[in-house]
């Protein structure tokens, strides 16, 4: 069995939807939904990392393991690191970030995205995609797209439609699904990167480690994965999805 550890960042300060990852669903704040599907992932341990007095509150009530972390980072990526750097972990060893605002992330894509890593040795970092079935999520920036070499190395990722003029009947653009295995070796490299410019453009933090020549294996979900919550739309449709599944 493959060996992993899950971080799941959690700011109350989300851009879009602050305090979302306290939000009720189902009779849960959100982070407790995102916390039970990492633990029944294979997962030798689950630690909620943030930056929120009220946010560790919640979680160790619920019994989570939570580490605290500084208010100055940049990114996810960053609060992982410190997660990582607190719990001395070995350079070889594999973390999956699973994002707090994913409740019905399914266990089996963690494991999955590990799987993957471990299994090419080439990479630092391991994600997961999607085939787009509708044309409208093509468009959309909000769905990040990435193309992929003959051996499923990501070349680019990009808000933008790529390939170019592509449409559902292609068959042939892939969604970025936001879920990334490390190599804890990567994370230590990653943070000592200024954010490159094409991670400035395109507001996608992946592309740093491309542009430092971080090899990202991809591949398709082996399960579909169901919207995060970015908007409060997104938040009513995980509430009735949940309600519909009681």
């Given at each position: 069995m493959i060996s992993f550890s899950v971080v799941i960042p959690a700011r109350i300060a989300a851009h879009r939807l602050p305090g979302k990852v306290l939000f009720d669903i189902a009779g849960k704040p959100m982070l407790q939904h995102v916390h039970e599907q990492a633990c029944a992932s294979d997962a030798s341990s689950v630690i909620i990392a943030t930056d929120d007095q009220q946010v560790q509150k919640v979680a160790e009530a619920f019994g989570a393991k939570v580490c605290m972390t500084s208010s100055e980072h940049r990114s996810g990526t960053d609060r992982i690191h410190e997660v990582v750097s607190q719990l001395g972990l070995a350079e070889d060893e594999i973390v999956v970030n699973v994002q707090g605002d994913e409740p019905l992330i399914p266990p089996s894509a963690i494991n999955q995205v590990a799987a993957n890593l471990a299994d090419h040795s080439h990479a630092g970092m391991s994600s997961l995609c999607e085939v787009i079935s509708e044309q409208e999520e093509i468009e959309n920036p909000n769905a990040v797209k990435v193309v992929l070499d003959t051996a499923g190395y990501a070349l680019y990722f990009s808000r933008?439609?790529?390939?170019?003029q592509t449409s559902v009947s292609a068959k042939n653009c892939l969604r970025h699904i936001g879920i990334y295995?490390?190599?804890v070796s990567v994370?230590?490299?990653?943070?000592?990167?200024?954010?490159?410019?094409?991670e400035v453009q395109e507001k996608l933090e992946q592309l740093r480690a491309l542009c430092n020549g971080i090899k990202i294996h991809m591949e398709l979900s082996n399960d579909r994965i169901p919207a995060g919550v970015d908007t409060a739309k997104d938040l009513e449709a995980v509430r009735a999805y949940l309600a519909g599944s009681a």
């Open positions: 933008s439609t790529i390939p170019w295995a490390y190599r994370l230590n490299q990653f943070v000592t990167w200024p954010p490159s410019a094409l």
